[in-house]
């Protein structure tokens, strides 16, 4: 047994002792060149693994790798005050006995702590964006316990990352990308943060699966899952993998106590490089689209198409003179892969087209009649057609106090909704209106008006200026479409 346990053992630190036994470079760029890091993993993945053949061999420590990664993770504070009101206020009651000035605010100071990975010498710090989020002031605190003002320079909250900016006036200590395609299940990471504000703190693990889909964190949904210990305070800090090198950002834990479970998620670093590409760029985060609405394929349809196993995304619908419709590919394919990457279900899909950029050509494998076929996908930023026109409703009518706008595939993606959307989607809403206390949400579209189809938000603010004593509306609650009747 415990030869067993010491073989186990000696085949976990293997990647690590190739590692330890490199010099760190003396200088090196930022690698945001995707095609660089995919030829950086397929280097690290064809490396030999030797077994260690004695005990010294197996004493390995991770301390080169911390050494030269641990440098790179930084803490995130943010704050920012808000005012608030007591819920007595306006009480008549307690104003008359208790005498108090209910009604004047008082301010609060709400506190987010988190991790952060610096990617660039200049400055350039990852991030995620729940711990920035609606902060007005971003601190961010050097290994070394210096402190500086962060410049926000980009939120993305469909991936849950952010891109800051410190000036310190120096070079500062980076990570590089690892390919997180070439990632495998058992690879050795260390995840670095500061978890309950405790200070930095390195644990080890292992990936314990990839492409985890089933994770409402994101709007894309694909995670790279680790058994090394992540706890609050952890979110935004470094994976890396036994090079020392950011193969994920972490964001979020699986946990019913608050505390680390084993179950842990990370951003991939695929995904992060894209994010500060067009953070250091300056251009708009904008990603390419397939122009098609997918589901993923469940064993039924597997056995009615005569797969033989439940994978893929099936093609619902399709855009027309869109990049799927302009490859061949029609309503009910079925998508097994993207440059050779297997797509699992629809999210896998999604984040396959999504890491790469516009124009970019995708050599997608479909299924057609139980016959595999492929297609090269010219990929385009989805259209914002029809324009956007943001109305205020007001008047006498049920949906005033409602912002309205229109659906495009492009706000659809950008609202996480399906990309063929159409029609008047809901993106404000007062509090107290007669809307939200009918349960009216933002990302609930209204479909008609007193049997009317309204197509945009013009076409809906004119039929509810009409003059009625009553009103019909249907609205679509997220796939469940809801009578609303008001009135006689």
């Known amino acids: 047994m415990l030869r067993n346990s010491l073989a186990s053992l000696a085949m976990l630190c293997t990647a690590l002792s190739a590692a330890c036994a490199q010099p760190a470079p003396a200088e ?25 053949q004695t005990m010294t061999e197996v004493k390995l420590s991770f301390a080169p790798v911390v050494e030269r990664a641990a440098p790179a993770v930084v803490n995130v504070y943010s704050r920012r005050v808000v005012q608030q009101r007591s819920p007595f206020a306006g009480d008549p009651f307690f104003e008359r006995f208790f005498g108090g000035n209910f009604d004047a605010p008082r301010e609060r100071v709400q506190n987010s702590l988190g991790s952060g990975v610096i990617v660039s010498p200049d400055g350039v710090i990852v991030t995620n964006n729940h711990v920035i989020n609606g902060m007005s002031e971003i601190k961010v605190v050097l290994n070394d316990r210096r402190e500086f003002n962060a410049e926000l320079v980009l939120a993305d909250p469909q991936t849950d990352l952010a891109v800051l900016r410190i000036d310190t006036g120096e070079a500062l200590p980076y990570l590089t ?22 200070g930095q703190t390195v644990t080890n693990g292992i990936i314990s699966a990839l ?5 409402s964190v994101t709007d894309y949904q694909f995670f790279i899952q680790t058994d090394a210990a992540i706890n609050p305070g952890n979110s935004g800090g470094a994976l890396v993998d036994s090079d020392g090198r950011l193969v994920g950002v972490n964001t979020a ?11 842990g998620f990370a951003i991939p670093s695929r995904l992060v490089q894209q994010v500060i590409k067009s953070a250091i760029d300056g251009s708009a985060l904008v990603r390419p689209w397939i122009g098609a609405s997918t589901s993923t394929v469940t064993a039924d349809m597997a056995a009615a198409l005569k797969l033989d196993r439940p994978a893929g995304a099936i ?12 490859a061949g590919i029609k309503p009910g394919d079925v998508i097994l892969e993207v440059d050779g990457q297997p797509v699992f279900d629809a999210q896998t899909l999604q984040y396959r087209v999504g890491v790469k950029s516009d124009a970019d050509v995708a050599d997608v494998v479909y299924v057609r009649n139980g016959k595999n076929r492929t297609a090269k996908v010219v990929l385009s930023l989805p259209p914002e057609t029809p324009a956007r026109d943001p109305r205020a409703l007001e008047g006498r009518q049920p949906l005033s106090g409602v912002t309205v706008d229109n659906l495009s595939p492009r706000y659809s ?13 809901v993106t404000e809403i007062q509090p107290r209106s007669f809307a939200a206390r009918r349960g009216l949400r933002p990302g609930h579209k209204v479909l008609s008006v007193n049997g009317k189809t309204v197509n945009n938000a013009a076409e809906l603010e004119r039929e509810l200026a009409k003059p009625a004593t009553s009103w019909e509306l249907e609205v679509d609650t997220g796939g469940r479409i809801v009578p609303w009747r008001v009135g006689r």
């Open 28 to 52: 090196e760029t930022p690698a945001t060149d995707a095609s660089e890091t995919e030829m950086q993993g397929a280097a690290i993945a064809a490396s030999p693994r030797v077994t260690p």
């Open 177 to 198: 990308f690892a390919n997180s395609d070439s990632a495998q299940v058992g690879d050795i990471v260390l995840a670095i943060g500061n978890p309950f504000g405790v």
């Open 211 to 215: 492409a985890r889909t089933a994770v």
């Open 253 to 263: 834990i699986y946990s019913r106590s608050g505390g680390s479970n084993g179950i």
């Open 315 to 326: 093609i619902d619908d399709i855009w027309a003179q869109g990049p799927a419709d302009r």
């Open 413 to 425: 993606e950008e609202l996480g909704l399906d990309p063929l959307s159409k029609g008047v989607v």
